[in-house]
């Protein structure tokens, strides 16, 4: 397996009028040549930040106060403006929360994906528009030859959002990010478009990093998921190793607040509580007023790693030797069985 892209101890802290907000608290993880990594976690661990930290897209309050992004051998941090717009959208390329705000009203969309094309790569306009219709086709846009000359608003919602991958893939970039909305109702579009991106990988090898809040809406796609609290990495591991053998309460209760859509009336169960104040992060284990599992040791002090696998650890005092065995809650489990079958039904 060839490394890609290797984050090392990130950190990053936004400047505002309350304070410093710790937001990134020392991340780590790499990315693998043609892999995809989904990076989920509630709304404010850090996932957009983190992302937009690797292109080099943060807002002016912003710090990396510590930390390299290693791509290709280079370290993004250390990159100018100027270098940034050479790899921006060639080399690592981003689909934003809103695909709406991302294509312009007035173009047609023929000439907005050979657009992206024309900015970094010398060809003509024959040629750009060539590509675009090739791409077009690639993300399941149906008469595309015909619909060169279209508006954005003369697509659907799903259409709009193709297009924009289609403007996002056309310079092969090797890395794809896609920051997908937070809103409950997206859920089955994710869906679509994460498979329809899986397609895509057979065909051109892109490493993918596909952020949601969602379990669920990876479970049947990523090689490896990242799962982010309070601007840190909690657990990591395989798709199968954190969906199968989860080991942070955290990922329990995300895993225990994934729809089963079995019933209308089925409750969907939150985590208690809410995240800590990143202006005056604890000094423990951040989760540790939210764990009914909590130690002593969680208020006092941060865990480590604890290694599982070569490819799964977890930052819990519970995988510590001198920890007491638990069982996740029966709630959570429940949702196992579930989800179980039919992952089941799904690769039958
Ligand atoms: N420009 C900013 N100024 C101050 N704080 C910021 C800024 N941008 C982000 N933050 C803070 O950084 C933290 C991480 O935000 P981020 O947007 O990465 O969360 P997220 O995991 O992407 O959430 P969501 O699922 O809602 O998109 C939050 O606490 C947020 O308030
Ligand atoms: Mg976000």
Known sequence: MTKILEVNNLQISFDTYAGKVRAIRGVDFELNKGETLAIVGESGSGKSVTTRTI???????????????????????????????????????????????????????????????????????????????????????????????????????????????????????????ADEPTTALDVTIQAQILELLK?????????????THDLGVVANVADRVAVMYAGKIIEVGTAEEIFYNPQHPYTWGLLGSMPTLESESDRLYAIPGSPPDLLDPPKGDAFYPRNEFALKIDAEQEPPFFELSATHKAATWLLAPQAPAVTPPAEIQRRWDIFAKKQKQHSA
Request: charge should be positive; charged fraction near 25%.
């Open 55 to 177: 292109m080099r897209l943060l807002s002016s309050n912003a710090n990396i106060d510590q930390g390299e992004i290693v791509f290709k051998g280079d370290n993004l941090v250390n990159k100018t403006e100027k270098e940034m717009q050479k790899i921006r959208g060639r080399e690592i390329a981003m689909i934003f929360q809103d695909p709406m705000t991302s294509l312009d009203p007035t173009m047609p969309i023929g000439k907005q994906v050979a657009e992206s094309l024309r900015k970094h790569k010398k060809v003509s306009k024959k040629e750009g528009l060539k590509a675009a219709l090739d791409l077009l086709n690639l993300v399941g846009i149906p008469d595309a030859e015909k619909r060169l000359k279209s508006y954005p608003h003369q697509f659907s919602g799903g259409q709009r959002q193709r297009i924009v991958i289609a403007i996002a893939l056309i310079c092969n970039p090797e890395i794809l990010i």
């Open 199 to 211: 397609e895509i990988q057979t065909k051109i090898e892109t490493s993918i990093i596909f952020i």
